[in-house]
C-alpha cells in the first residue's frame, strides 16, 4: 500500500524560504520507472504543477517557478524534499506531493496523493 | 489563468450523463495522449480518475469514462450519482511540464 505524508511549516515569512518534505511508503524512489511530483493549490484555486524527480534522479520544473524551486530526493530515508525560495503571499497554498508511474516517458500522471500541507505566507 | 480552459461549473440530475470538456492546444492535449482527469471533494486530496486519455484506474467506476478529440479531451460521467458532486481537474503533459486546467465544479441536482 503506497502513502505519502507532506510535512513541513505552516506559516512562513515574506522573503524566507520553504521547505517541504514529503515521506512515502510501499514504494522506492530507486525502482525503475518511479517519480514523486509537487503540486500546490492556492485556497479556492486550481491546482498546479511545481516539479518532478525521477527514480534515476532526472528532475523536471515548471518553467514559471523554476528559479526559486530545488527538488531532491534521499532514497535511503523515502523522501523528496522541496524547496521554494523567496516565498511570496500569492504563494499561500496547500501543497501536495504524489506518486508517479512514469509509464512512458512524458506519461506524467498522479495516481497516489498525500493529504497535503497548507502553507501561509504572511509577515 | 490555467493553461487548460475547462467550464467553470456542470450540472446534471441523479441518473443523467454529464460531459465537461477541457480544451487545449496541438502543445498539450492535442500533442500527446497523456491526458489524466482528478476528482477531488471539499477539503480533500484530488483522486485519480482517468489517465492516459481513456484509462481507469482500479477501483474507479466505470460510469466515467474519458476521450479526446484534436486539442480537446472530455470526461463523461454516466449514471450520475450523489458521491459524484465535486471538483474535477484536467491535465497534460505539455512538453517536459504538466499543465493543469482550473476545473469545474460539477453538481449533482
Known amino acids: 500500500q503506497i502513502t505519502l505524508k507532506e510535512s513541513g511549516p505552516t506559516l512562513v515569512k515574506p522573503t524566507q524560504t520553504l521547505t517541504l518534505t514529503c515521506t512515502f511508503s510501499g514504494f522506492s524512489l530507486s525502482t525503475s520507472g518511479v517519480g514523486v511530483g509537487w503540486i500546490r493549490q492556492p485556497p479556492g484555486k486550481a491546482l498546479e504543477w511545481l516539479a518532478l524527480?525521477?527514480?534515476?534522479?532526472?528532475?523536471r520544473y515548471s518553467p514559471s517557478l523554476k528559479s526559486r524551486l530545488t527538488i531532491t530526493k534521499d532514497t535511503s530515508k523515502n523522501q523528496v524534499v522541496l524547496t521554494m525560495t523567496n516565498m511570496d503571499p500569492v504563494d499561500t497554498a496547500t501543497y501536495y506531493c504524489?506518486?508517479?508511474?512514469?509509464?512512458?516517458?512524458?506519461?506524467?500522471?498522479?495516481?497516489?496523493w498525500g493529504r497535503g500541507t497548507l502553507v501561509t505566507v504572511s509577515s | 489563468q490555467s493553461a487548460l480552459t475547462q467550464p467553470p461549473s456542470a450540472s446534471g440530475s441523479p441518473g443523467q450523463s454529464v460531459t465537461i470538456s477541457c480544451t487545449g492546444t496541438?502543445?498539450?492535449?492535442?500533442?500527446?495522449?497523456?491526458v489524466s482527469w482528478y476528482q477531488q471533494h471539499p477539503g480533500k486530496a484530488p483522486k485519480l480518475m482517468i489517465y492516459?486519455?481513456?484509462k481507469r484506474p482500479s477501483g474507479v467506476p466505470d460510469r466515467f469514462s474519458g476521450s479526446k478529440s484534436g486539442n480537446t479531451a472530455s470526461l463523461t460521467v454516466s449514471g450520475l450519482q450523489a458521491e459524484d458532486e465535486a471538483d474535477y481537474y484536467c491535465?497534460?503533459?505539455?512538453?517536459?511540464?504538466?499543465?493543469f486546467g482550473g476545473g469545474t465544479k460539477l453538481t449533482v441536482l
Open positions: 496541438s502543445s498539450d492535449v492535442g500533442g500527446y495522449n497523456y
Open positions: 504524489a506518486h508517479s508511474p512514469l509509464r512512458f516517458p512524458g506519461d506524467w500522471y498522479f495516481d497516489l
Open positions: 491535465s497534460s503533459y505539455a512538453g517536459s511540464k504538466v499543465v
Open positions: 524527480i525521477y527514480w534515476n534522479d532526472d528532475k
Open positions: 492516459e486519455v481513456s
